[in-house]
Each structure stands twice: as C-alpha cells, then as structure tokens.
T-cell receptor, first 115, second 113 residues
Framework: AQKVTQAQTEISVVEKEDVTLDCVYE???????LFWYKQPPSGELVFLIR??????QNEISGRYSWNFQKSTSSFNFTITASQVVDSAVYFC????????????FGAGTQVVVTP | EAQVTQNPRYLITVTGKKLTVTCSQN?????MSWYRQDPGLGLRQIYY???????DKGDVPEGYKVSRKEKRNFPLILESPSPNQTSLYFC????????????FGPGTRLTVL
C-alpha cells in the first residue's frame, strides 16, 4: 500500500524565517513520482514541483528548495526567507506507478507566516 | 485560457436528492480525476479516468458515480447524497496519467443536510 505522511499539522513562523516541510512516503514500487502542491487561502491547488524516483538531484527555485532522499523515503520542501504570501496549506503527493492513475496525498501542512 | 472548470462552485442540498457536479477541461487532456478534501485527511481520490469510456475507482468511491463519454467532461454524480459526503470536491486533469502534472479546478463546496 502507498502512504504519504506529513507529520507537521501546522507551522507558524515570522516573516523572513526559513520553513521546512517534511514529507515521508511509503511505496513498494521502484518507479514513482512525487509532487508538492500549494493551497493558498483562496482555495485553489497550485502545482509546485514534480520529481521522479530516479532523479535524486535536489532543486532550488527562487526561495523554494526540495530535498529528495530515497534512502529515507523523504521529499522535504524548504521555503527560504518566508513571506506572508507563503501562508498556505502545502500538500505532498505520491503517484506510485507512472502507468496508473492514482495519486496519494498527504494530510497537508498549514504554514502561517506573520509579519 | 487553459483551465479546468467545475459547476456549481457551492451547493447546499438535502439527503437523498440526486446531484451532479460537472467538470470540464479545455486542454485536450486524456486523464481526469475527482478528489474530496476533508480537514486532517488531505485530498482523497474518488474516481479517475485514463481516457474516454475508461474509469476506475480511487480510494473512496463509495456513494459516487462518474462517466466519461467525452474527453473534455467528467461529471461526478451523487445518486443519494448523505451528510458524510459534505466536503470540498476538486476535479483535475492531465495530458496523460502517470508523470504528468495534474491541473485542478477551483473546487466545489458541497453541503448535504
């Protein structure tokens, strides 16, 4: 069975602090994809990043960075120098087999950034 | 503009009254999917469709039906809604399944009294 765990329910920070969101996944498949989505207070779901199981290269995009470690089944997400606009719920998701249609989400982490 | 649309955006209904939530995409995507979002549970997949006339169950299909007669539309049908189906529903689409990024509709907030 596949499972995505986001152990942090809510994280509160003051603007300009860094925030790291944890994501741990479980799957028996050797091929899979991992995603991060953002849901701001307006409610829409915004795609942030996709990573496949064969690509452990970490990525930085502006203030966002991702740390994929297959050995620990983790796909963590860091916001550097947080801003109020980063306040949102962040979801980690797993697609265990590229030929399937299923997508497994974690419960989400609420990030609150105060000025 | 490329988008996934859902209607209605808000719906309040009563137990047992059949309803349909429509979902349409204009990106010629083969794959479409429905999710429900509940506090503390994240998004859970209800049904998905890899192509026209091809649908399959997600993790929480009970109480829901879908159909995929045309590529652009993927309606979600609640034949006899119950209060435990009160939720926020999202439709999503992607070019194909698997690695492709899913694009989500704006959501439909359903309340069943």
């Amino acid at each position: 069975a596949q499972k995505v765990t986001q152990a942090q329910t809510e994280i509160s920070v003051v603007e300009k602090e860094d925030v790291t969101l944890d994501c741990v996944y479980e799957t028996r498949d050797t091929t899979y994809y991992l995603f991060w989505y953002k849901q701001p207070p307006s409610g829409e779901l915004v795609f942030l990043i996709r990573r496949n199981s064969f690509d452990e290269q970490n990525e930085i995009s502006g203030r966002y960075s991702w740390n994929f470690q297959k050995s620990t089944s983790s796909f963590n997400f860091t916001i550097t120098a947080s801003q109020v606009v980063d306040s949102a719920v962040y979801f980690c998701a797993l697609r265990p087999d590229p030929s399937w249609g299923k997508l497994q989400f974690g419960a989400g982490t609420q990030v609150v950034v105060t000025p | 503009e490329a988008q996934v649309t859902q209607n209605p955006r808000y719906l309040i209904t009563v137990t047992g009254k059949k309803l349909t939530v429509t979902c349409s995409q204009n990106m010629n995507h083969e794959y479409m999917s429905w999710y429900r979002q509940d506090p503390g549970l994240g998004l859970r997949q209800i049904y998905y469709s890899m192509n026209v006339e091809v649908t399959d169950k997600g993790d929480v299909p009970e109480g829901y039906k879908v159909s995929r007669k045309e590529k652009r539309n993927f309606p979600l049908i609640l034949e006899s809604p119950s209060p435990n189906q009160t939720s926020l529903y999202f439709c999503a689409s992607s070019l194909v399944g698997g690695a492709d990024t899913q694009y989500f509709g704006p959501g439909t907030r359903l309340t069943v009294l």
